[in-house]
């Protein structure tokens, strides 16, 4: 092979770079091969929209970065970071509102708003229904004494030891049993439990609606409160200047410690001897040796039977890989604005994500339609205000904004007009795209108005710009409960080691699964330092 490292990291995305740092950390000499011509995975940004406008290419928030372990233990402010908070964290716009039929809502138009300031959030819920303040303000004191431990025993590998036994010891102190019953109920019976007033009950069930768990399972609840308290505690940053920057920091820390980043290389294959990973092979026929490991920041239908040919995996791993779960798809709209979102109703603080859909019960049966493989009639729908909460992103007075929601990977049919025929072509984007506008123009009349360029990112786009997010799925694989934990990425699994000695999978496939906090990466580069460690203590025993 033409050159040898100690580990090879197979794609620069938030994973594959957090592998990849504390592998340098450990002092191994690492080399990192992307496909694309630049690095960040799913965490980029650009200028193609129109040139005075920063757009976030895929993801935009990063309430987990500022949580994780695996993140914060990188210093990326030293290398370039600078976290950016919008007024509010997050807002859903309610009541009844201009274009929008009378009977679908109730009263005039006004914000559920989650600010970080929890006594904030608290006061304007009780504004609205009377008590719902302080049983927020319950809901936060009942986090404060475990959250950092739930959030350390998501993110470890499983089973996390540590962290498991610390959110034991906490147990009693936030109900025992009953604490676990509420991280069990699902968001739309967690909410209606606890509070009178929708404006709770729909953030909670907005932030649940960030991964593709039916609002009605269990999980649902899990997550809602994730992002909520995540809210509450870290906010929703985002990093000053575009997510690119996040991305740059990170490969800037790794080539600070030696490490070498190489972007347009694309791995072909992951080359294997006698049941032990040695080495990778590129596109343009490059071979590539490691000495230790292969981590692989890969989607795990490309890696078992793609990269590593079916011939070194056993029979079990590509008969359990056939059942192999994607998450939905997803279609993203990114609008240039030549003013700040014309709201029906301003809000008391300006959000710098907002949720839109009419009620729980309508984003339910939104979910449900891209579940039951039908495009969404009213899609539920994630979206920033950038400029909002980054004034860098495009020029004052104007604004930077994004929209995203979920389609089915297979469509079976449109719930809607019965115009979009799931095959998102250049037709089908746009006539979602204008149905996605119109959901904003019913809460900002005058919207569309204010539109100087728009671009769609369909399931084919998204997957064209990184391989990772197969039709267009963003989490590595569906996050609902039977491909979680033991079953990720297939029954037996729940940790980075494969069934290919030296080889690791470090990507969103694994477990903890979705999101920017480069968990995955890092219990990838564990391991195979764990690994190491031990061959060298046989040896010399």
Same mark, same amino acid.
């Given at each position: ?186 968001? =739309? $019976?967690?909410?209606?439990? *606890?509070?009178? +007033?929708?404006?709770? #009950?729909?953030?909670? !069930?907005?932030? /649940?609606? %960030? &991964? ?16 909520s308290m995540l809210g509450q505690t870290v906010g929703f ?32 294959? =992951? $080359?294997?001897?006698?049941? *032990?990973?040695? +080495?990778?092979?590129? #596109?343009?026929?490059? !071979?590539?040796? /490691?000495? %230790? &490991? ?109 929209a995203y929601t979920h389609v089915p990977q297979q469509t ?65 694989g569906t996050a609902q409960l039977h491909q979680q934990l ?56």
């Amino acid at each position: 092979m033409s050159s040898e490292h100690d580990a090879i990291v197979i794609g620069a995305g938030p994973n594959g770079l957090a592998a990849a740092n504390h592998l340098a950390d450990a002092g191994w000499s690492v080399l990192v091969l992307e496909a694309q011509p630049e690095v960040g995975g799913a965490v980029r940004s650009d200028r193609e929209v129109h040139p005075d406008f920063v757009h976030d290419t895929f993801s935009a928030f990063y309430p987990l970065a500022a949580a994780s372990p695996a993140l914060l233990a990188l210093d990326l402010e030293r290398y370039g970071v600078t976290w950016r908070h919008a007024p509010a964290v997050l807002g859903h716009l309610l009541g009844r509102l201009p274009g929008r039929d009378p009977g679908d809502a109730q009263g005039e138009p006004r914000w559920a708003l989650l600010h970080r300031d929890r006594e904030v959030t608290a006061t304007l819920m009780d504004q609205q229904h009377a008590g719902d303040g302080e049983a927020w303000l319950d809901l936060c004191a009942m986090w404060d004494k475990i959250g950092e431990q739930v959030i350390g025993a998501f993110l470890s590998p499983f089973p996390p030891v540590r962290y498991g036994l610390g959110t034991m010891a906490r147990l009693p102190r936030v109900g025992g049993l009953d604490f676990v019953k509420t991280l069990l109920t699902p968001v =739309v $019976e967690l909410g209606r439990a *606890r509070f009178g +007033g929708e404006a709770p #009950r729909i953030l909670l !069930a907005g932030n /649940a609606g %960030h &991964a593709d768990i039916p609002l009605d399972a269990p999980g649902s609840g899990l997550m809602g409160l994730l992002m909520s308290m995540l809210g509450q505690t870290v906010g929703f940053p985002v990093p000053e200047g575009g997510a690119g920057e996040l991305s740059r920091a990170l490969a800037r820390r790794l080539t600070d410690r030696g490490g070498d980043v190489r972007c347009g290389a694309e791995v072909a294959s =992951v $080359e294997v001897r006698d049941g *032990r990973a040695v +080495g990778v092979r590129t #596109r343009d026929g490059q !071979a590539f040796a /490691a000495r %230790h &490991a292969v981590v692989a920041d890969v989607a795990a239908p490309h890696l078992y039977g793609g990269l590593v040919a079916a011939e070194h995996l056993p029979r079990r791993t590509l008969d359990r890989m056939r059942d192999f779960e994607m998450g939905p798809g997803t279609v993203k709209v990114d609008w240039a604005l030549s003013g700040p979102i014309p709201w029906a109703a301003e809000p008391a603080y300006a959000p710098g994500t907002f949720h839109v859909a009419d009620s729980v019960e309508q984003m339910n049966e939104a979910l449900a339609q891209v579940a039951s493989r039908r495009i969404p009639a009213r899609p539920f729908m994630l979206a920033g205000q950038m400029t909002t909460t980054d004034a860098t992103r495009s020029p004052a007075g104007t604004e930077s904004a994004w929209a995203y929601t979920h389609v089915p990977q297979q469509t079976v049919s449109d719930a809607g007009d019965g115009g979009v025929r799931g095959v998102w072509d250049e037709a089908d984007k746009e006539r979602f795209a204008d149905r996605m506008q119109a959901r904003v123009e019913e809460l900002a009349p005058g919207f569309g108005d204010r539109v100087l360029a728009r671009r769609i990112l369909g399931p084919r786009e998204l997957e064209a710009r990184d391989a990772n997010l197969i039709g267009g799925a963003l989490d590595g694989g569906t996050a609902q409960l039977h491909q979680q934990l033991v079953f990720r990425p297939v029954p037996g699994s729940g940790r980075a080691e494969t069934p290919v000695k030296n080889l690791y999978l470090g990507s969103a496939s694994a477990h903890p699964g979705g999101g920017v906090h480069g968990a995955a990466g890092r219990n990838a580069a564990r391991a195979a330092l764990a690994h190491a460690r031990f061959r060298r203590w046989t040896l010399r025993g």
